[in-house]
């Protein structure tokens, strides 16, 4: 007669094995044709340009047989295997080393990325990804989005906050208008009356009756952005409209009754704020009942050349060395910066676009001239404004001393007018 305790056992180690497994999806992810190749589980991996390597990367610099990836245990490691240019993991050289998602791998001159995804592709509104952990997010955004329950989203500036909220709006059940409200852009002395409006001669200035976020909201959606900036005398009157859906405009004697679906975003650590005193609470809990965490843009590699090709530009235009550059800058403004650093290269180029990021090594460190047009595109915009440095910045949109830099290692000082913080009054900068 079977062990019956045995074959349970067994049963349930199967399982857990299968759902390890289906946990772990790893790739390679090469931005340079925009390829997810699969590392499956518990096996052996050889990158390398012969035509019978798992891996194969037929740019320069690739020896027959380069490196090969590992499955140990529930870890991935890579060594090389005697290649002519070597590996290097996050800008370290390395002849054998363990590497986990997100790591960025230098096949000789081939830039690379660990990814926890196989590169399919996931369509919500406005978000397009590739990633794990964004697409996990946005199928449990999704899920509750026509429930009543208040949505917290939380993610650094940048990430798409604002988005997710009109996502939520947008597959609601019958909701009608969608507000947005920053809590840290409105002077505390109005704050009150842009949450919760006011009536006329309530106080000087107050020439008309003003309907305030919440009413403005009726049967929609409010969005409270940068919820951990609302100051601590505040937080009780938002609490206190949540729970009753009410609020009592500035001078106003009567309560108007609010129907609001509630969704705040931060990038503030609310717990911590909480532990510290610094944030209510019962008012936390009464807006988390439902927690999303947006990754950052450096969390999401394999999603840059979907937004780069979004903000209108090629990414197959871009080389492995401008590639390199875009996975290992931290990204601190997320998506926003990208958009910025796509619309400058637009108007110079991506080099001199990317070298004009903070602690940009693009051009010096290679030992490379300057990047065809650039010297000639920075002397046109100098000079159609005058030598006005805060202007071109301003075109630019760079900061003044990223720009000022730039001048100095192209050469073209004498061309900044000596006191350029004000453009002359009949400087106009050509767009041709």
């Not at 510290?276 to 439902?290: H, M, Q, V």
């Amino acid at each position: 007669m079977p062990n019956i305790l045995t074959m349970k056992t067994k049963t349930v180690t199967i399982r857990k094995l299968r759902r390890h497994k289906k946990k772990r999806i790893l790739s390679l992810w090469n931005p340079l044709n925009d390829t997810f190749h699969r590392l499956h589980f518990g096996q052996s991996h050889i990158v390398g340009s012969n035509s019978g390597c798992d891996i194969m990367l037929k740019e320069e610099g690739i020896s027959a047989s380069h490196a090969v990836l590992s499955w140990e245990g529930s870890t991935v490691t890579i060594r090389d295997l005697n290649s002519h240019n070597g590996i290097r993991v996050n800008g370290r050289k390395v002849g054998m080393a363990k590497i986990q998602p997100g790591d960025v791998i230098l096949f000789g001159n081939v830039p690379a990325v660990l990814v926890t995804s196989a590169g399919s592709l996931m369509k919500a509104g406005p978000f397009h990804t590739r990633n794990t952990s964004l697409r996990r997010e946005l199928e449990r955004l999704m899920r509750v989005a026509p429930s009543p329950l208040p949505i917290l989203i939380l993610g650094d500036s940048g990430t798409g906050k604002e988005l997710a909220a009109s996502l939520v709006h947008a597959r609601s059940r019958d909701l009608e208008s969608f507000v947005s409200i920053n809590c840290g852009a409105i002077p505390e002395s109005l704050l009150h009356s842009e949450l919760f409006g006011h009536v006329k001669g309530s106080f000087s200035g107050a020439v008309n009756d003003h309907k305030g976020a919440f009413e403005r909201a009726h049967r929609g959606s409010l969005f409270l952005d940068e919820i951990g900036e609302l100051p601590a005398d505040h937080q009780a009157a938002m609490l206190r409209a949540l729970e009753s859906g009410e609020v009592l405009p500035v001078g106003g004697e009567r309560v108007i009754k609010v129907d609001t679906r509630i969704i705040a975003g931060t990038n503030r650590p609310l717990e911590k704020m909480v532990d510290e005193g610094d944030f209510r609470l019962d008012l936390y809990y009464r807006l988390s009942a439902i927690t999303i965490t947006l990754p950052t843009l450096h969390e999401r590699l394999e999603d840059l050349p979907m937004l780069i090709r979004g903000f209108g530009a090629d990414p197959a235009r871009l080389d492995a060395r401008q590639w390199l550059t875009l996975l290992q800058y931290p990204w601190p403004g997320n998506v926003r910066e990208l958009r910025n650093v796509v619309s400058r290269a637009s108007w110079l180029d991506w080099d001199t676009s990317l070298a004009m990021l903070p602690d940009s090594d693009i051009t010096s460190s290679k030992g490379m001239l300057p990047a065809d047009g650039e010297r000639d595109r920075l002397v046109k915009l100098l000079r159609d404004s005058g030598g006005n440095m805060s202007m071109v910045a301003r075109v630019l949109d760079v900061p003044r001393t990223t720009l000022r830099r730039r001048i100095n290692q192209l050469g073209l000082d004498e061309l900044v007018a000596p006191d350029s913080e004000e453009a002359p009054k009949n400087s106009i900068i050509s767009t041709s």
